[in-house]
């Protein structure tokens, strides 16, 4: 096809011509895992099941009940500089993933492939893609160039991996993202980071590789590096440098990472540190790079002591140095910890994959924490963790649903539920003060010194607004609940008989269905 007829990159807006129907959100995940086992993709979605183990009864939106996963593999390309990003799904859902992403302050574009029944039907699509792949690949402007397959494609079996591995010296990844394979938008951020490590360990087996511009007089000479597994807060990575300094460590890159090169350091450090523990991909990639991979994160007193024991350990550190790593910092913790005390009971939940952290630094400070609930999977990277709460009489739900998370709240009544939009929205409703656990508790250094005293200011106050909270409700009274939600002119007038009716039938019909098919 020449450049004249080759489809265009079309806007997040553009709709194919015709609706795909039956293989949206609403097929069920069954129906969309059959169909894509049945296009040649039960390979991958075995390893997906393997590394990413679904609740036995969830769908596409079912973990963690919120946003689409591909969204974290999107925000992980869209992170990255010289590198582009193309989607291949149903209009709708890359108008969400677009949308969200801006949101977000992507401030670049995402490419679209639209396609239809026949496209989708006929292979047409993939050709589709395979033209639009070769347009912007433009080593000058990029290193990568990134296609994520959605749902769809992914069910109908789209085979990206025959996409070519480079044009013009840009790096292809090609990506089945499908929600009903990747349960949330964390586990999403993987399948990426794991495919571009795969690819750079792959570049930098076959002969040497270029180091990230500045890295070589950012080191200091025969400092080794710890390369950090997961999106920290800013100042995290710092923290941890200090840390590791008497023991002859530095740290490194963090992954996912900005830039492609960065890629071939982190495969480079002496030691991985699982800090975010859902990187399973990512830590296969490490290991088969023949690199020890730490647990847990240096969190509050004992977290910082075991996990400097660890990585001292895996990087041969003598134990004269490791133990100097400790005395330098852990007094310190304990005082900022003292300093900075919490009192009263939270619940916690969120999908980020630090909940379990954020938990033992609440612990520490003297909350009192019976729930921790995380839509991510148990894997050996948070067991520390895992045993640390358990010995201390918290209940830790892995894969936990929206309505495991409201019970918690129900069962403890605490003075402060953490959690995603909808559990804050519930404890709201409830008179009960809580954050969003994504924007205000992991938005704040949790390393070392500076994360032992980060969390005691917001949640004090937030625990401090309880009376203001019983204010409001006694003002609103029920305004705004249930059926008067919406803005009116008049007093909305109720009409529960209406619903009453509307069951009936539903039930009437269902009966009459099923005798039907017994007949
Ligand atoms: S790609 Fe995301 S939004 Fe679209 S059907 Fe799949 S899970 Fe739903």
Redesign the pocket.
């Known amino acids: 096809m020449s450049a004249d007829t080759a489809p265009t990159l079309a806007t997040a807006t553009a709709a194919p011509t015709e609706p795909v129907d039956g293989l ?2 609403h097929a069920g995940a069954d129906t969309l895992r059959a169909a894509a086992t049945a296009a040649g993709k039960g390979e991958l979605l075995a390893q997906y099941a393997a590394d990413y183990p679904p609740s036995p009864t969830a769908g ?2 079912d973990q963690p009940q919120s946003m ?3 969204f974290g593999a999107l925000r992980v390309g869209l992170r990255m500089r010289r590198t582009e990003t193309i989607l291949s ?2 209009a ?2 890359v108008y ?1 993933l677009t949308f969200t992403s801006h949101f977000y302050g992507a401030r670049r574009s995402v490419g679209y492939v639209p396609f239809n029944s026949e496209s989708l039907v006929t292979g047409k699509l993939f050709e589709d893609i395979r033209e639009a792949v070769h347009a912007p690949a433009d080593p000058a402007k990029l290193d990568a160039l990134v296609v994520i397959n ?3 494609p992914s069910a109908s079996g789209v085979p990206l991996q025959l996409l070519p591995k480079a044009i013009n010296g840009v790096r292809i990844i090609g990506i089945d993202v ?2 009903f394979g990747v349960p949330t938008h964390a586990e999403a951020k993987d399948v990426l980071a794991g495919a571009m490590l795969r690819y750079a360990r792959a570049e930098a087996e076959a002969g040497p590789v270029a180091a990230p511009q500045g890295w070589r007089e950012r080191q200091v000479p025969g400092r080794r590096s710890v390369t950090l597994l997961g999106e920290l807060f800013p100042a995290d990575p710092m923290v941890i440098g200090q840390l590791l300094e008497p023991m002859g460590l530095t740290a490194g890159p963090t992954v996912p990472t900005r830039e492609w090169r960065e890629l071939y350091t982190a495969l480079d450090g002496a030691v991985v540190a699982a800090i975010h523990p859902f990187y399973t991909a990512s830590v296969r990639e490490f290991q088969a790079a023949g690199r020890p991979v730490v647990a847990s994160a240096p969190v509050g007193h004992d977290g910082t002591e075991a996990w400097l024991q660890a990585i001292g350990e895996a990087a041969g550190v003598d134990q004269v140095s490791i133990d100097a790593a400790k005395a330098r910092v852990l007094p310190v913790i304990r005082a900022v910890l003292a300093k900075s005390p919490i009192h009263g009971r939270i619940t916690l939940s969120g999908y980020e994959g630090s909940e379990l952290l954020v938990a033992r630094l609440l612990i520490e400070s003297g909350a009192q924490v019976p729930y921790v609930g995380t839509a991510c999977p148990h894997t050996p990277w948070s067991e520390p963790d895992r045993a640390w709460l358990a010995a201390r009489g918290v209940q830790v739900q892995y894969r936990a649903t929206l309505e495991q998370d409201i019970a918690a709240i129900e069962r403890h009544r605490p003075d402060l539920a953490i959690g995603t939009t909808p559990v804050v929205q519930y404890a709201k409703e409830r008179a009960l003060p809580s954050l969003y656990f994504t924007n205000l508790i992991s938005a704040r250094p949790l390393m070392g010194p500076a994360g032992a005293g980060s969390l005691a200011q917001v949640i004090n106050a937030a625990i401090g607004n309880r009376a203001r909270f019983e204010q409001m409700r006694e003002f609103f009274g029920e305004t705004g609940q249930g059926d008067r939600a919406g803005v009116w002119t008049e007093t909305p007038v109720l009409h529960p008989e209406f619903r009453a009716e509307t069951r009936r039938q539903v039930i009437r019909i269902q009966k009459r269905r099923k005798a039907e098919e017994m007949i």
Do not use: M, T, W
Request: glycine letters at 24%.
């Open positions: 949206g959100c596409p939106h689409c996963p591909a799904g149903s709708c859902c969400g959605l749902c769809v499908p929600g």
